[in-house]
């Protein structure tokens, strides 16, 4: 089975608009982390955000927002206000604690923000 | 100061050559990893060493052999290049635990002609 799923291979928005990248995961795993990765076109891989299995709280880091449902195995991103910079590749991944020497990636998702 | 540099950036060679691609991190991490992402942009693991040990050694091709001489170093040699090595390699490294992610170095788009 697939550590983690993103559904959605391209996804479009409008300049300001918000928007959500999905991403669901698998572990049997009490302990884990939920990473997502920004890569622009120019190629380099930027972390955005982190949520942890026991953090009670969505993460949230300025205009990235973690959406984070346990029982529905879910670390959902969120973007507000999206800008055209945010335009690029979005990769969910996850690191799980019995065997944190693996890192997870699903298989990424292009946002493409229209002005 | 680049946490994680990887050298060089591009990398453009024949068929048939040997090639490394050079790591470092100056973050005092404890793991290093090499990854190769696709023309899909699929992410996918190679190897990973721990303090200059081999941890993870996924389904490579043998002509790929990875080097560590210290923790702060990783290398990766390839041998016969082919054509469908063409791809980015991403050195990256972390702190061993679930709660911190990788940081990446800037890649290195190899291309095999």
């Known amino acids: 089975a697939q550590k983690i799923t993103q559904t959605q291979p391209g996804m479009f928005v409008q300049e300001k608009e918000a928007v959500t990248l999905d991403c669901t995961y698998d572990?049997?795993?009490?302990?884990?982390?939920l990473f997502w990765y920004k890569q622009p076109s120019s190629g380099e891989m930027i972390f955005l955000i982190y949520?942890?299995?026991?953090?009670?709280q969505n993460a949230t880091e300025g205009r990235y927002s973690l959406n984070f449902q346990k029982a529905r195995k879910s670390a959902n991103l969120v973007i507000s206000a999206s800008q055209l910079g945010d335009s690029a590749m979005y990769f969910c991944?996850?690191?799980?604690?019995?065997?944190?020497?693996?890192?997870?990636f699903g298989s990424g998702t292009k946002l493409n923000v229209k002005p | 100061d680049t946490a994680v540099s990887q050298t060089p950036k591009y990398l453009v060679t024949q068929m048939g050559n040997d090639k490394s691609i050079k790591c470092e991190q100056n973050?005092?991490?404890?793991?290093m990893y090499w990854y190769k992402q696709d023309s899909k942009k699929f992410l996918k693991i190679m190897f990973s060493?721990?303090?200059?040990?081999?941890?993870i050694n996924e389904t490579v091709p043998n002509r790929f052999s990875p080097k560590s001489p210290d923790k702060a170093h990783l290398n990766l040699h390839i041998n016969s290049l082919e054509l469908g090595d063409s791809a980015v390699y991403f050195c990256?490294?972390?702190?061993?635990?679930?709660?911190?992610?990788?940081?990446f170095g800037s890649g290195t788009r190899l291309t095999v002609v």
């Open positions: 990256a490294s972390s702190r061993d635990s679930f709660k911190k992610g990788y940081t």
């Open positions: 572990t049997s795993d009490q302990s884990y982390g």
């Open positions: 949520q942890g299995s026991y953090d009670e």
């Open positions: 991944a996850m690191r799980e604690g019995y065997n944190f020497n693996k890192f997870y």
């Open positions: 973050l005092g991490h404890d793991t």
């Open positions: 060493y721990n303090n200059k040990e081999l941890i």
